[in-house]
């Protein structure tokens, strides 16, 4: 068939045509192709070509935690979160998009549950979008005047991060938190301006019971 060999929509596939877990209703075609990635409903785990992971380690997030002697007492080398993404095109490509799923162990650094590092964009008009795959946990959100509020996460939650607002995810619950993350291409990450100033409230266990506490 002539078109077919004229447009090869994904011409660096390396994954087979044929996912053995999805039936095929479709009749066969080289203009229809399986999908590159897939993710697994119920535990965020993503599928697929050139998946990148990253692990945030308790030796990775000195100065993260309010506690700083209940940090320095845990395994050095004990997972606090970690992350499966995919980078489709170059990191800074204006008009694309990443995506991928962060999971956040449960667990505490004194009364400070587990969280991520959190971020503004560096391109700091860029917007991200959450919806939660496993688990329990708070959005946490912070204007650029430390305005701070937070989202409750809990299956199927769906979260969207506008501009100009740092955003870092809380596990508050028993078992793994996950959820899935999509951002533009050229958002990047601005670390600096919360390794600084941080968020100006933390989620903290009071009377056993998550709070969004102001600092
Ligand atoms: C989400 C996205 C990612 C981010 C990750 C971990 O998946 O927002 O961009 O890297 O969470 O958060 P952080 O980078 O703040 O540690
Ligand atoms: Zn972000």
């Known amino acids: 068939m002539q078109a077919a060999a004229l447009h090869d929509p994904h011409p660096t596939r390396t994954t087979p045509r044929t996912d053995p877990t999805v039936e095929d209703p479709v009749t066969a075609s080289d203009l229809i192709v399986d999908p590159r990635h897939r993710t697994d409903w119920a535990t965020g785990a993503v599928l697929g070509d050139g998946v990148e992971t990253l692990e945030r380690r308790v030796a990775d997030l000195a100065g993260v935690f309010a506690d700083g002697a209940a940090l320095a007492a845990l395994d050095p080398e004990l997972l606090v979160y970690r992350t499966e993404c995919v980078f489709p095109v170059p990191d800074g490509t204006e008009g694309g998009l990443f995506w991928g799923t962060t999971f956040i162990q449960p667990g505490r650094v004194g009364e400070e549950y587990f969280m991520t590092k959190g971020h503004f964009h560096a391109t700091s008009d860029r917007a991200e979008i ?45 078992d793994i938190l996950a959820f899935g993350a999509s951002w533009p291409s050229d958002a990047g990450h601005d670390y600096a301006s919360i390794a600084a100033d941080g968020f100006s409230a933390r989620v903290l266990r009071i009377g056993g019971r998550p709070a969004l506490v102001p600092q």
């Open 130 to 174: 959450y919806l939660t795959y496993a688990g329990t946990g708070l959005l946490v959100l912070m204007s650029r005047d430390r305005t701070c509020w937070a989202e409750r996460m809990s299956v199927g939650s769906t979260h969207f991060i506008p501009a100009h607002t740092a955003h870092r995810t809380v596990n508050v619950g028993d």
